[in-house]
């Protein structure tokens, strides 16, 4: 059975820096695009950065300049490196990979359960 487990988030100051992790455990054939996505309270979720299976990387304007996605295919990986962290960027931050387990002919949506990043002001 295929998951996704984040880790790597926490409480940092204004203008820290955090790097959140993603890791697909399971067998795995193939991975397509991965992508993080953040949920503040009462707000609904919006997509962060992505990163396609061949490196192209897009962000949102909130978080350009500021954050990086990357991956390591060998891990299964996908990582979002952040800095300048504004008290704005609080919220749950998930993580989302489009990937075909072994023995399977499609491509199925997983998600994360989730890593609290906390921002203080």
């Known amino acids: 059975q295929v998951q996704l487990v984040e880790s790597g988030g926490g409480l940092v100051q204004a203008g820290g820096s955090l790097r959140l992790s993603c890791a697909a455990f399971?067998?795995?054939?193939?991975?397509?695009?991965m992508t993080w996505h953040r949920q503040a309270p009462g707000k609904q979720r919006e997509l962060v950065a992505v990163?396609?299976?061949?490196?192209?990387?897009n962000y949102s304007d909130s978080v350009k300049g500021r954050f990086t996605i990357s991956r390591n295919n060998a891990k299964n990986t996908v990582y979002l490196h952040m800095n300048s962290l504004k008290a704005e960027d609080t919220g749950v931050y998930h993580c989302?990979?489009?990937?075909?387990?072994?023995?399977?002919?499609?491509?199925?949506?997983?998600w994360g359960q989730g890593t609290q990043v906390t921002v203080s002001s």
């Open positions: 989302y990979a489009r990937l075909r387990p072994s023995g399977s002919r499609s491509y199925t949506d997983y």
């Open positions: 399971g067998s795995i054939f193939s991975i397509g695009t």
């Open positions: 990163i396609t299976s061949g490196g192209t990387t």
